[in-house]
Protein backbone atom coordinates (compact mmCIF):
# COMPACT_ATOMS: atom_id res chain seq x y z
CA UNK A 1 0.00 0.00 0.00
CA UNK A 2 1.82 3.54 -1.12
CA UNK A 3 3.77 4.43 1.42
CA UNK A 4 3.53 1.58 3.52
CA UNK A 5 5.08 -0.70 1.03
CA UNK A 6 8.20 1.50 0.08
CA UNK A 7 9.24 2.14 3.11
CA UNK A 8 9.42 -2.15 3.87
CA UNK A 9 10.81 -2.35 0.23
CA UNK A 10 13.23 0.44 1.02
CA UNK A 11 14.72 -1.15 4.13
CA UNK A 12 14.99 -4.47 2.51
CA UNK A 13 17.68 -2.93 0.05
CA UNK A 14 19.18 -1.46 2.99
CA UNK A 15 19.93 -4.24 5.05
CA UNK A 16 20.92 -6.43 1.75
CA UNK A 17 22.93 -3.67 0.56
CA UNK A 18 24.66 -3.03 4.33
CA UNK A 19 25.59 -6.80 4.35
CA UNK A 20 27.54 -6.79 1.37
CA UNK A 21 30.15 -4.92 3.22
CA UNK A 22 32.42 -2.22 1.44
CA UNK A 23 32.76 -1.82 -2.03
CA UNK A 24 30.30 -1.43 -4.47
CA UNK A 25 27.34 -2.52 -1.87
CA UNK A 26 28.05 0.46 0.23
CA UNK A 27 28.40 2.81 -3.16
CA UNK A 28 25.43 1.94 -3.94
CA UNK A 29 24.08 2.54 -0.33
CA UNK A 30 25.01 6.13 -0.48
CA UNK A 31 23.26 6.26 -3.74
CA UNK A 32 20.00 4.88 -2.15
CA UNK A 33 20.38 7.09 0.60
CA UNK A 34 20.58 10.21 -1.17
CA UNK A 35 17.32 9.03 -2.97
CA UNK A 36 15.58 8.45 0.42
CA UNK A 37 16.71 11.71 1.37
CA UNK A 38 14.84 13.46 -1.93
CA UNK A 39 12.18 11.53 -1.05
CA UNK A 40 12.04 12.34 2.54
CA UNK A 41 12.63 16.26 1.67
CA UNK A 42 8.84 16.59 0.54
CA UNK A 43 8.06 15.13 3.89
CA UNK A 44 4.95 18.21 3.15
CA UNK A 45 3.41 15.79 -0.11
CA UNK A 46 3.35 12.94 2.16
CA UNK A 47 1.37 14.75 4.71
CA UNK A 48 -0.88 16.13 2.28
CA UNK A 49 -1.43 13.54 -0.38
CA UNK A 50 -4.71 11.37 -0.44
CA UNK A 51 -3.96 7.52 0.18
CA UNK A 52 -6.34 5.00 -1.06
CA UNK A 53 -7.86 3.00 1.49
CA UNK A 54 -7.50 -0.81 1.98
CA UNK A 55 -11.15 -1.27 1.57
CA UNK A 56 -14.03 0.37 1.21
CA UNK A 57 -14.48 3.06 4.07
CA UNK A 58 -17.85 4.41 5.76
CA UNK A 59 -15.72 7.30 7.27
CA UNK A 60 -13.68 9.89 6.01
CA UNK A 61 -12.95 11.71 8.77
CA UNK A 62 -12.57 11.28 12.82
CA UNK A 63 -13.63 13.63 16.01
CA UNK A 64 -12.65 12.33 19.21
CA UNK A 65 -14.44 14.10 22.18
CA UNK A 66 -12.25 13.75 25.32
CA UNK A 67 -13.09 13.78 28.65
CA UNK A 68 -9.58 12.93 30.49
CA UNK A 69 -9.93 12.01 33.69
CA UNK A 70 -12.24 9.22 33.32
CA UNK A 71 -15.85 9.54 33.49
CA UNK A 72 -17.90 7.81 35.62
CA UNK A 73 -19.87 5.06 33.08
CA UNK A 74 -22.39 3.84 36.22
CA UNK A 75 -23.31 7.12 36.35
CA UNK A 76 -23.54 8.18 32.45
CA UNK A 77 -24.07 5.50 30.01
CA UNK A 78 -24.11 2.21 32.20
CA UNK A 79 -26.98 1.79 34.90
CA UNK A 80 -26.88 -0.17 37.97
CA UNK A 81 -30.04 -0.65 39.68
CA UNK A 82 -28.07 -3.15 41.93
CA UNK A 83 -25.63 -0.10 43.52
CA UNK A 84 -28.50 1.81 44.68
CA UNK A 85 -30.06 -1.56 46.53
CA UNK A 86 -26.81 -2.07 48.18
CA UNK A 87 -25.43 2.08 48.75
CA UNK A 88 -23.24 2.09 51.52
CA UNK A 89 -22.52 -1.79 51.95
CA UNK A 90 -20.49 -4.47 50.99
CA UNK A 91 -20.68 -5.47 46.84
CA UNK A 92 -22.65 -8.98 46.95
CA UNK A 93 -19.46 -10.44 44.80
CA UNK A 94 -16.04 -9.61 45.43
CA UNK A 95 -14.70 -6.50 44.95
CA UNK A 96 -11.56 -6.16 42.16
CA UNK A 97 -8.69 -4.36 43.43
CA UNK A 98 -8.29 -0.63 43.29
CA UNK A 99 -5.47 1.76 43.12
CA UNK A 100 -7.18 3.76 46.37
CA UNK A 101 -8.94 2.07 49.79
CA UNK A 102 -12.45 2.09 48.78
CA UNK A 103 -15.56 1.36 50.48
CA UNK A 104 -19.18 0.01 50.36
CA UNK A 105 -21.23 0.15 46.76
CA UNK A 106 -22.05 3.95 45.54
CA UNK A 107 -25.00 4.35 44.02
CA UNK A 108 -25.89 6.62 40.89
CA UNK A 109 -27.38 9.84 42.43
CA UNK A 110 -28.90 10.44 38.99
CA UNK A 111 -31.51 8.75 37.17
CA UNK A 112 -31.56 6.91 34.24
CA UNK A 113 -34.53 6.54 31.20
CA UNK A 114 -34.78 4.84 28.00
CA UNK A 115 -34.33 7.33 25.10
CA UNK A 116 -35.16 6.75 21.22
CA UNK A 117 -37.12 3.41 19.16
CA UNK A 118 -34.01 1.58 20.74
CA UNK A 119 -34.68 2.65 24.13
CA UNK A 120 -31.43 2.69 25.02
CA UNK A 121 -30.99 4.08 28.96
CA UNK A 122 -28.97 6.68 28.99
CA UNK A 123 -28.53 9.06 32.65
CA UNK A 124 -30.17 12.62 32.64
CA UNK A 125 -26.76 14.30 32.77
CA UNK A 126 -26.56 13.53 29.66
CA UNK A 127 -30.54 14.09 28.66
CA UNK A 128 -29.91 16.03 25.26
CA UNK A 129 -27.36 14.44 23.92
CA UNK A 130 -29.51 10.92 24.78
CA UNK A 131 -31.86 12.35 21.82
CA UNK A 132 -29.55 11.25 19.25
CA UNK A 133 -28.89 7.82 21.01
CA UNK A 134 -29.99 6.21 18.24
CA UNK A 135 -27.76 7.10 15.73
CA UNK A 136 -24.76 6.03 18.72
CA UNK A 137 -23.62 2.82 19.43
CA UNK A 138 -22.83 2.14 23.05
CA UNK A 139 -19.94 -0.01 23.97
CA UNK A 140 -20.49 -0.85 27.61
CA UNK A 141 -17.82 -3.54 27.77
CA UNK A 142 -14.64 -1.58 27.47
CA UNK A 143 -11.63 -2.39 29.51
CA UNK A 144 -7.91 -1.61 29.62
CA UNK A 145 -4.69 -2.70 31.34
CA UNK A 146 -3.32 0.05 33.94
CA UNK A 147 -5.72 2.19 36.57
CA UNK A 148 -3.41 5.23 35.98
CA UNK A 149 -3.83 8.20 33.78
CA UNK A 150 -0.50 8.73 31.77
CA UNK A 151 -0.31 5.11 30.95
CA UNK A 152 -3.92 4.59 29.97
CA UNK A 153 -3.74 7.92 28.22
CA UNK A 154 -0.92 6.78 26.52
CA UNK A 155 -3.24 3.06 25.84
CA UNK A 156 -5.87 5.31 24.45
CA UNK A 157 -4.08 7.73 22.34
CA UNK A 158 -1.15 5.81 21.01
CA UNK A 159 -1.74 2.02 21.62
CA UNK A 160 0.90 1.32 24.32
CA UNK A 161 1.47 1.59 27.87
CA UNK A 162 4.47 3.00 28.68
CA UNK A 163 6.76 3.08 24.96
CA UNK A 164 7.10 6.37 22.40
CA UNK A 165 4.28 5.35 19.93
CA UNK A 166 2.65 7.11 17.47
CA UNK A 167 -0.61 8.80 17.78
CA UNK A 168 -4.10 7.32 16.66
CA UNK A 169 -4.37 10.59 14.60
CA UNK A 170 -0.91 10.39 13.18
CA UNK A 171 -1.43 6.57 11.84
CA UNK A 172 -4.56 7.94 10.23
CA UNK A 173 -2.99 10.81 8.68
CA UNK A 174 -0.37 8.77 7.80
CA UNK A 175 -2.26 5.85 6.40
CA UNK A 176 -4.83 8.28 4.63
CA UNK A 177 -3.03 11.33 3.84
CA UNK A 178 -4.47 15.36 4.38
CA UNK A 179 -7.87 16.18 2.73
CA UNK A 180 -6.87 20.01 2.80
CA UNK A 181 -3.09 20.66 2.32
CA UNK A 182 -3.89 24.36 3.94
CA UNK A 183 -4.47 23.27 7.25
CA UNK A 184 -2.78 20.71 9.67
CA UNK A 185 -4.51 16.63 8.89
CA UNK A 186 -4.58 16.91 12.84
CA UNK A 187 -5.18 18.90 15.23
CA UNK A 188 -6.18 19.14 19.20
CA UNK A 189 -8.37 21.47 20.30
CA UNK A 190 -7.40 22.04 24.66
CA UNK A 191 -8.01 24.94 26.42
CA UNK A 192 -6.48 25.93 29.53
CA UNK A 193 -2.99 23.76 29.06
CA UNK A 194 -2.24 20.61 28.21
CA UNK A 195 -3.85 16.91 29.51
CA UNK A 196 -1.75 14.82 31.49
CA UNK A 197 1.85 14.02 29.99
CA UNK A 198 1.08 16.54 27.01
CA UNK A 199 1.65 16.71 23.98
CA UNK A 200 2.89 13.34 23.69
CA UNK A 201 -0.94 12.46 23.49
CA UNK A 202 -0.89 13.44 20.16
CA UNK A 203 2.81 12.91 19.31
CA UNK A 204 4.25 11.04 15.97
CA UNK A 205 6.91 9.72 17.39
CA UNK A 206 8.58 7.99 14.51
CA UNK A 207 6.51 8.61 12.07
CA UNK A 208 7.29 11.77 10.02
CA UNK A 209 6.88 14.92 12.16
CA UNK A 210 4.10 16.10 9.48
CA UNK A 211 1.56 13.75 10.80
CA UNK A 212 1.84 15.45 14.41
CA UNK A 213 -1.25 16.95 15.95
CA UNK A 214 -1.30 20.76 16.22
CA UNK A 215 -2.65 22.15 19.45
CA UNK A 216 -5.32 24.81 19.49
CA UNK A 217 -6.06 26.52 23.08
CA UNK A 218 -9.46 27.19 22.43
CA UNK A 219 -9.80 29.25 25.35
CA UNK A 220 -9.13 32.49 23.52
CA UNK A 221 -11.53 33.76 21.72
CA UNK A 222 -9.62 36.04 18.81
CA UNK A 223 -8.04 34.28 16.17
CA UNK A 224 -4.20 36.14 16.37
CA UNK A 225 -4.65 34.50 20.33
CA UNK A 226 -5.69 30.86 18.78
CA UNK A 227 -3.19 30.46 16.81
CA UNK A 228 -0.02 32.24 17.47
CA UNK A 229 1.54 34.59 14.76
CA UNK A 230 -1.31 33.58 12.35
CA UNK A 231 -1.36 37.18 11.17
CA UNK A 232 1.32 38.74 9.55
CA UNK A 233 2.47 43.00 9.27
CA UNK A 234 3.79 42.40 5.53
CA UNK A 235 1.91 42.30 2.45
CA UNK A 236 1.16 38.77 0.88
CA UNK A 237 4.17 38.75 -2.76
CA UNK A 238 6.36 39.97 0.26
CA UNK A 239 5.57 37.20 2.71
CA UNK A 240 6.00 34.84 0.15
CA UNK A 241 9.43 36.28 -1.35
CA UNK A 242 10.85 36.24 2.29
CA UNK A 243 9.42 32.53 2.84
CA UNK A 244 11.14 31.33 -0.96
CA UNK A 245 14.29 32.78 0.68
CA UNK A 246 13.99 30.92 4.00
CA UNK A 247 13.12 27.78 2.22
CA UNK A 248 15.86 28.03 -0.03
CA UNK A 249 18.32 28.27 2.36
CA UNK A 250 16.91 26.11 4.72
CA UNK A 251 17.25 23.22 1.97
CA UNK A 252 20.83 24.17 1.26
CA UNK A 253 21.15 23.25 5.09
CA UNK A 254 19.31 19.98 5.14
CA UNK A 255 21.65 18.88 2.27
CA UNK A 256 24.32 19.53 4.27
CA UNK A 257 23.37 16.94 6.67
CA UNK A 258 21.83 14.28 4.74
CA UNK A 259 18.41 12.45 6.14
CA UNK A 260 16.91 14.15 9.19
CA UNK A 261 13.55 13.81 9.68
CA UNK A 262 12.95 16.11 12.41
CA UNK A 263 14.71 18.99 10.28
CA UNK A 264 12.89 18.10 7.56
CA UNK A 265 9.74 18.57 9.79
CA UNK A 266 10.28 21.47 10.85
CA UNK A 267 10.98 23.17 7.26
CA UNK A 268 7.94 22.12 6.02
CA UNK A 269 5.95 23.42 9.30
CA UNK A 270 7.14 27.21 8.05
CA UNK A 271 5.31 26.48 4.31
CA UNK A 272 2.16 24.84 6.07
CA UNK A 273 2.29 27.77 8.20
CA UNK A 274 2.20 30.39 5.26
CA UNK A 275 -0.73 28.25 3.87
CA UNK A 276 -2.73 28.43 7.35
CA UNK A 277 -2.30 32.48 7.51
CA UNK A 278 -4.84 32.49 5.02
CA UNK A 279 -7.12 29.33 5.70
CA UNK A 280 -7.27 29.37 9.52
CA UNK A 281 -7.90 32.92 10.08
CA UNK A 282 -11.21 31.82 8.46
CA UNK A 283 -11.93 28.46 9.64
CA UNK A 284 -11.24 30.10 13.50
CA UNK A 285 -13.50 32.89 12.83
CA UNK A 286 -16.89 31.84 14.59
CA UNK A 287 -18.50 35.82 13.68
CA UNK A 288 -19.33 34.13 10.60
CA UNK A 289 -21.74 31.59 12.06
CA UNK A 290 -25.04 32.64 11.66
CA UNK A 291 -26.92 33.38 15.26
CA UNK A 292 -29.02 30.59 15.61
CA UNK A 293 -25.67 28.19 15.26
CA UNK A 294 -24.41 30.02 18.19
CA UNK A 295 -27.90 29.70 19.97
CA UNK A 296 -28.09 25.48 19.08
CA UNK A 297 -24.23 25.30 20.55
CA UNK A 298 -24.76 27.53 23.35
CA UNK A 299 -22.23 30.42 25.02
CA UNK A 300 -19.65 28.15 26.66
CA UNK A 301 -16.33 26.63 26.00
CA UNK A 302 -17.00 23.45 24.77
CA UNK A 303 -20.24 24.84 22.25
CA UNK A 304 -17.26 27.29 20.78
CA UNK A 305 -14.99 24.02 20.56
CA UNK A 306 -17.66 22.50 19.19
CA UNK A 307 -18.62 24.83 16.05
CA UNK A 308 -14.80 25.29 15.63
CA UNK A 309 -14.46 21.29 15.17
CA UNK A 310 -17.31 20.96 12.77
CA UNK A 311 -16.07 23.73 10.61
CA UNK A 312 -12.40 22.13 10.52
CA UNK A 313 -14.41 18.96 8.98
CA UNK A 314 -15.71 21.02 6.50
CA UNK A 315 -12.48 22.58 5.76
CA UNK A 316 -11.46 18.46 5.53
CA UNK A 317 -9.30 18.27 8.35
CA UNK A 318 -8.92 14.40 9.03
CA UNK A 319 -8.65 14.03 12.59
CA UNK A 320 -9.63 16.45 15.67
CA UNK A 321 -9.64 15.76 19.58
CA UNK A 322 -11.73 18.39 21.39
CA UNK A 323 -10.16 17.65 24.76
CA UNK A 324 -12.24 18.52 27.94
CA UNK A 325 -9.52 20.78 29.27
CA UNK A 326 -5.82 20.95 30.75
CA UNK A 327 -5.34 18.77 33.59
CA UNK A 328 -7.92 15.94 34.64
CA UNK A 329 -11.15 17.71 35.50
CA UNK A 330 -13.08 14.15 34.98
CA UNK A 331 -10.87 12.58 37.92
CA UNK A 332 -13.83 12.48 40.63
CA UNK A 333 -12.18 10.93 43.55
CA UNK A 334 -14.74 13.14 46.01
CA UNK A 335 -17.72 15.31 45.30
CA UNK A 336 -18.66 13.12 42.15
CA UNK A 337 -22.76 14.41 42.08
CA UNK A 338 -21.84 18.16 41.94
CA UNK A 339 -18.70 17.76 39.84
CA UNK A 340 -20.69 15.48 37.63
CA UNK A 341 -23.57 17.87 36.85
CA UNK A 342 -21.21 20.71 36.03
CA UNK A 343 -18.85 18.82 33.85
CA UNK A 344 -21.73 16.86 31.25
CA UNK A 345 -23.46 20.11 31.91
CA UNK A 346 -20.94 21.90 29.83
CA UNK A 347 -21.14 19.22 27.42
CA UNK A 348 -25.00 18.39 26.92
CA UNK A 349 -26.07 20.41 24.64
CA UNK A 350 -22.77 21.43 22.66
CA UNK A 351 -22.54 17.26 22.34
CA UNK A 352 -26.42 16.74 21.10
CA UNK A 353 -26.35 20.47 18.96
CA UNK A 354 -22.90 18.93 17.10
CA UNK A 355 -25.09 15.46 15.92
CA UNK A 356 -28.18 18.13 14.86
CA UNK A 357 -25.29 20.03 12.88
CA UNK A 358 -23.61 17.23 11.05
CA UNK A 359 -26.55 15.35 10.30
CA UNK A 360 -28.30 18.43 9.20
CA UNK A 361 -25.20 19.33 6.72
CA UNK A 362 -24.91 15.24 5.41
CA UNK A 363 -21.50 14.89 7.20
CA UNK A 364 -22.59 12.37 9.66
CA UNK A 365 -22.37 9.53 7.59
CA UNK A 366 -18.94 9.96 7.12
CA UNK A 367 -17.62 11.50 10.47
CA UNK A 368 -17.10 8.69 13.23
CA UNK A 369 -16.93 10.35 16.51
CA UNK A 370 -15.98 9.10 19.45
CA UNK A 371 -17.28 10.23 23.42
CA UNK A 372 -14.81 8.73 26.33
CA UNK A 373 -11.96 9.06 28.62
CA UNK A 374 -8.84 7.01 29.73
CA UNK A 375 -11.28 4.45 31.92
CA UNK A 376 -13.78 4.49 34.23
CA UNK A 377 -14.78 4.99 37.49
CA UNK A 378 -15.65 2.46 40.34
CA UNK A 379 -18.84 1.50 41.78
CA UNK A 380 -17.70 1.36 44.60
CA UNK A 381 -17.18 4.62 47.12
CA UNK A 382 -13.91 5.66 47.83
CA UNK A 383 -12.25 6.67 51.37
CA UNK A 384 -12.32 8.86 53.22
CA UNK A 385 -15.26 10.92 51.82
CA UNK A 386 -17.02 7.90 50.43
CA UNK A 387 -18.61 10.44 47.97
CA UNK A 388 -16.47 9.90 45.30
CA UNK A 389 -14.79 7.16 42.78
CA UNK A 390 -11.71 5.69 42.32
CA UNK A 391 -10.05 4.53 38.53
CA UNK A 392 -11.81 1.50 36.93
CA UNK A 393 -9.89 -0.29 33.80
CA UNK A 394 -11.61 -3.37 34.23
CA UNK A 395 -15.05 -2.13 32.74
CA UNK A 396 -15.64 1.14 31.53
CA UNK A 397 -17.97 2.80 28.29
CA UNK A 398 -17.64 4.80 25.25
CA UNK A 399 -20.01 5.53 22.29
CA UNK A 400 -19.48 5.97 18.42
CA UNK A 401 -22.02 7.96 15.95
CA UNK A 402 -22.20 8.39 12.52
CA UNK A 403 -18.90 6.97 10.23
CA UNK A 404 -20.89 3.77 9.61
CA UNK A 405 -20.95 2.18 13.06
CA UNK A 406 -24.65 0.40 14.02
CA UNK A 407 -27.06 3.41 15.98
CA UNK A 408 -29.16 2.24 18.67
CA UNK A 409 -27.14 0.14 19.13
CA UNK A 410 -25.79 -1.04 22.81
CA UNK A 411 -22.66 -3.77 22.88
CA UNK A 412 -21.45 -5.49 25.43
CA UNK A 413 -22.02 -5.15 29.24
CA UNK A 414 -20.08 -5.37 32.37
CA UNK A 415 -21.18 -7.03 35.29
CA UNK A 416 -24.16 -6.28 37.45
CA UNK A 417 -22.06 -3.71 39.70
CA UNK A 418 -20.37 -2.38 36.97
CA UNK A 419 -16.85 -3.27 37.81
CA UNK A 420 -15.62 -4.88 35.17
CA UNK A 421 -16.28 -5.94 31.79
CA UNK A 422 -18.17 -9.16 31.03
CA UNK A 423 -19.83 -9.92 28.21
CA UNK A 424 -18.58 -9.08 24.65
CA UNK A 425 -15.23 -7.36 25.64
CA UNK A 426 -13.98 -4.57 24.15
CA UNK A 427 -9.97 -3.47 24.71
CA UNK A 428 -8.79 -0.42 23.54
CA UNK A 429 -7.17 -2.44 20.79
CA UNK A 430 -9.96 -3.64 19.72
CA UNK A 431 -11.48 0.18 19.25
CA UNK A 432 -8.69 1.24 17.48
CA UNK A 433 -8.38 -2.04 15.23
CA UNK A 434 -12.66 -1.30 14.65
CA UNK A 435 -12.42 2.80 14.07
CA UNK A 436 -9.18 1.86 11.53
CA UNK A 437 -11.42 -0.97 9.69
CA UNK A 438 -14.39 2.06 9.25
CA UNK A 439 -11.94 4.40 7.70
CA UNK A 440 -10.80 1.67 5.20
CA UNK A 441 -7.64 0.64 6.83
CA UNK A 442 -6.65 -2.63 7.91
CA UNK A 443 -4.83 -2.31 11.67
CA UNK A 444 -2.64 -5.75 10.41
CA UNK A 445 -1.53 -3.64 7.29
CA UNK A 446 -1.40 -0.20 8.56
CA UNK A 447 2.67 -0.85 9.31
CA UNK A 448 5.75 1.63 9.71
CA UNK A 449 9.07 0.21 9.54
CA UNK A 450 11.16 1.74 12.17
CA UNK A 451 14.45 -0.19 14.23
CA UNK A 452 14.29 -2.64 12.50
CA UNK A 453 10.69 -4.23 12.83
CA UNK A 454 7.30 -3.35 11.26
CA UNK A 455 5.33 -1.09 13.85
CA UNK A 456 1.56 -0.35 13.89
CA UNK A 457 -0.85 1.15 15.97
CA UNK A 458 -3.04 -1.96 17.52
CA UNK A 459 0.58 -3.80 18.19
CA UNK A 460 0.23 -7.55 17.72
CA UNK A 461 -3.34 -7.16 19.66
CA UNK A 462 -6.63 -5.83 18.55
CA UNK A 463 -9.69 -7.40 16.59
CA UNK A 464 -12.26 -6.13 14.22
CA UNK A 465 -15.62 -5.83 16.47
CA UNK A 466 -18.04 -6.56 13.47
CA UNK A 467 -21.26 -6.70 15.64
CA UNK A 468 -21.26 -2.57 16.09
CA UNK A 469 -20.91 -1.79 12.40
CA UNK A 470 -24.18 -1.38 10.16
Same mark, same amino acid.
Request: aromatic share 8%; proline share 6%; glycine share 10%.
Given at each position: ??????????????????????????????????????????????????????????????????????????????????????????????????????????????????????????? @???? %??? =????? #????? *???? /??????????????????????????????????????????????????????????????????????????????????????????????????????????????????????? @???? %??? =????? #????? *???? /??????????????????????????????????????????????????????????????????????????????????????????????????????????????????????????????????????????????????????????????????????????????????????????
Amino acid at each position: MHILNENTDNWNRREMLTRCGMGMGMLALADLARSEAATTSNTASLATAQHKPHHEATAKQVVHLFMNGGPSHVDTFDPKPLLTRFHGKPLPNPALPTERKTGGALGSPFKFKKYGQSGTEVS @ELFS %QTA =EHVDD #MCVIR *SMHA /DIPNHEPSLMLMNCGDNTLPRPSFGSWVNYGLGSLNENLPGFVVLCPNGFPVVGPKNWRSAFLPGAYQGTHIDTKQTRVSSLVENITNPQEPDRQRKQLDLLQSMNSRHLDNRGHDPNL @EARI %QSY =ELAYR #MQFEA *SDVF /DLSKEPKYIHDMYGDGLQGRQLMITRRLLERGVRFIQAWHSGGQEWDNHSGIEPALRRLCGMWDQPIAAFLTDLKQRGMLDSTLVLWGGEFGRTPVAELPNLDGRDHNHYGFSTWLAGGGVKGGHVHGATDETGFAAQDNKVHVHDLHATMLHLLGLDHERLTYRYAGRDFRLTDVHGRVVKEILA
